[in-house]
């Protein structure tokens, strides 16, 4: 939004599914909703995102000699039997599931941006991104973070699905950003796994939401979702080693920051009163 006044910046609003014509040096192809629950929402919408998106994206990138670059996901390794999950890892995904629109997906996304590559030449790049979180995520995005972040601030239970045993592992949008900048930069194609190895079950993060926003939080079990993966951790070496990259913001570090921006959206200028007012903890949210 910093860049809205620029002279040199154009905003153009475009559904990926059609085509569009446009003079480019570079393409982060980012298109496709992330949340489970929105990309369940309309699947056949999910799929022709990132099937004839990509393919729009990728026919784009031939014709004005563009470099590109794909956001794939972590989901393609589906259930891992693998763990931690290397780039070679070729995954464990149940092609006719509710979630197999996404990963199947990004999935085929890859195989297409690999074929651009090898049979027309084009320079792409191609970053597997784990579960990311930030400020200015939607409030109702549906992902854990999120919810569990807006939960805590509005007195409400946090919903764990299943157990809570499941894991995952949170990367800062900062860290990503910059990894998939220096991907781009760089020479590599990848795929490279773009995430913090930091691993937690969804009980540990919703303790570290409450040690974060309100020691008083409770804790609600709902079933959990279909085909929901059951762990899930980058090995990063890859990334260490060909693009010098790695997470520096652990989820401790990287929670409040989201927590005060969440905090002004959701209470306006009254945020600090009213979201800390009563808590057992409020530590560092209120503040900063
Ligand atoms: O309120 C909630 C939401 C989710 N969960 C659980 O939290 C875990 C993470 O779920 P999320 O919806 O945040 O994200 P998922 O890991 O399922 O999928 C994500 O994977 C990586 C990215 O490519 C995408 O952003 C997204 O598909 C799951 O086990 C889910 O069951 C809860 O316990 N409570």
């Given amino acids: 939004m910093h860049h809205f006044g620029n002279p040199n910046f154009e905003l153009i609003r475009h559904d990926v599914v059609e085509p569009i014509l446009l003079e480019v040096d570079q393409i982060y192809h980012l298109a496709c909703p992330a949340s489970p629950v929105h990309y369940k929402f309309n699947p056949v919408k999910t799929i022709k995102t990132n099937v004839v998106g990509t393919l729009n994206m990728l026919g784009l990138a031939k014709r004005v000699g563009a470099r590109f670059l794909l956001t794939s996901t972590s989901e393609v390794y589906g259930d891992p039997l693998q763990h931690p999950q290397v780039e070679t890892y070729w995954g464990n995904v149940n092609p006719i599931g509710v979630r197999s629109c996404y990963d199947e997906g990004k999935r085929t996304a890859e195989t297409l941006t690999m074929d651009y590559h090898r049979g027309a030449q084009v320079e792409v790049r191609i970053a597997r991104i784990f579960n990311t979180y930030g400020p200015r995520m939607c409030i109702d995005d549906g992902r854990v973070v999120s919810n569990f972040v807006a939960q805590a601030l509005r007195k409400e239970p946090l919903t764990v699905y299943g157990d809570g045993k499941q894991t995952r592992s949170f990367q800062y949008v900062s860290d990503l950003v910059e990894g998939l900048m220096r991907l781009m930069e760089g020479e590599h194609i990848g795929p490279f796994n773009l995430g913090n190895p930091g691993e937690f079950t969804m009980l540990e993060l919703a303790n570290v939401v409450q040690e974060t926003i309100d020691s008083n939080a409770k804790i609600e079990f709902h079933p959990n ?45 009254q945020s600090v009163t009213a979201a800390t007012s009563g808590t057992g903890t409020g530590t560092s949210v209120g503040s900063t």
């Avoid at 979702?225 to 260490?240: G, L, Q, S, V, Y």
């Avoid at 060909?242 to 005060?260: D, F, Y």
């Fill in 225 to 269: 979702t279909e085909d929901d993966p059951h762990k899930r951790k980058p090995d990063i070496t890859r990334a260490k080693e060909m693009l010098g990259w790695e997470p520096k913001i652990s989820l401790r570090q990287g929670l409040p920051l989201m927590v005060t921006d969440f905090q002004k959206r959701i209470f306006g200028d």
